[in-house]
């Protein structure tokens, strides 16, 4: 099983300086602040199953940046829908990552739809996604990474981890505070 | 005026509101169909300089278009009043952040109105955009639809704030089957 905080650590490291991150609430929203609490982060810490929206009206502000969204798998189960609207728009410069516990970690580890039926890569891949990979093992992340990167979007990376809570590494929660900060550090 | 290969049908006083649009520079725009925005939809897809997205549920444009404004693009999202329930757990992403935000309803339930599954979103709607934090503008006539699509985009996006400006079934046209 992969450590969800090392996974995000690891795909993170050295970001190329147009990348954007939109972090879905919950556990995602402190992985990525422990791999480094940066400007260019944008973190939710509610709107439930938006992430991935939010990513792509980024996306198509900002053709230039690669705009990743790194969410949980109760988030995107939330925003089903969301892949159907990003896959039939089709941008280039999207790339969104969920670290998959197959549970609701902030609620009590209760099991989700990962954990039984559902496959979120084939449900991406059936929306029109260009390319989906979902790594069950460390050594999968550095191939996972480089189509978070440079594949042409949109891309869906899954990354199964172990559930469990791990220490919360807490953010910014003012929601104009980081809206600020962002919005300084992308013009 | 129009744009690209679709254009008004004369007299069509959503043109207005797509001027109002142009004026203030709309980037974006999100969807949920409604036939009461049909011609509106076609234009802005026709118009090179607005990227249209439809969406599967309207809490999706309320996230997209702050996801643009994050990214310096001017939105507008345009649903019909049942999909306004379906925002509102997404509008907090809106109150929490100060995302300007507007939005162009079309309204069912309220005039004439032959489905009766429209009538409770309906009567919810002008109450439900308060409740969240909204400025609420109601068109009764063309010449409204499209001063307050100009104000309301300059009252989102000059002082922050979230405006839905709701276009009246009697405005409309009640919908018969």
Known sequence: MIERREAV?????????NMLVITGLGSPTYDVAAAGDVAKNFYLWGA??????????????????????????????????????????QPANLAVLVIDNEAFGETGGQQSHTGRTTNLAAVALACGFRQVLTAHKRDEIVGLKDMMLSAQGPVLGVIKVSSGELARVLPERNGHAIRNTFKQAVK | MGAGIFSFSSGDWREGIFAAMKREAVAQMAYVP???????????????????????????????????????????????????????????????????FVTIVTMRGEWAEFNPWQ??????????????????????????????????IRLAYDSNCAVAVLLSQRLIGAKDF
Not at chain 2, 40 to 58: F, G, M, Q, S
């Open chain 1, 48 to 89: 439930m199953g938006g992430a991935a929206s939010m990513g792509l009206g980024l996306a198509q502000a900002q053709p230039e940046a690669r705009v990743l969204v790194i969410t949980g798998d109760g988030e995107m189960l939330m925003g089903l829908g969301s892949l159907a609207t990003v896959g039939g728009k």
């Open chain 1, 9 to 17: 650590a690891e795909i993170l490291k050295d970001r190329p300086d």
């Open chain 2, 34 to 100: 409604d036939a009461g925005h049909a011609s509106l939809i076609k234009v802005c897809h026709a118009d090179a300089d607005i990227d249209c997205t439809v969406c599967t549920t309207e809490e999706e444009g309320v996230a997209l278009l702050a996801g643009a404004e994050l990214g310096g693009d001017r939105g507008v999202m345009l649903m019909q009043s049942s999909g306004v329930g379906n925002c509102v757990n997404m509008f907090s992403l809106l109150k929490s952040c100060g995302f300007p």
């Open chain 2, 119 to 152: 009538v409770p979103m309906g009567q919810a709607t002008e109450e439900t955009f308060r409740r969240s934090g909204f400025i609420v503008y109601r068109a009764d006539t063309g010449e409204d639809a499209a001063a307050m699509t100009e104000s309301a």
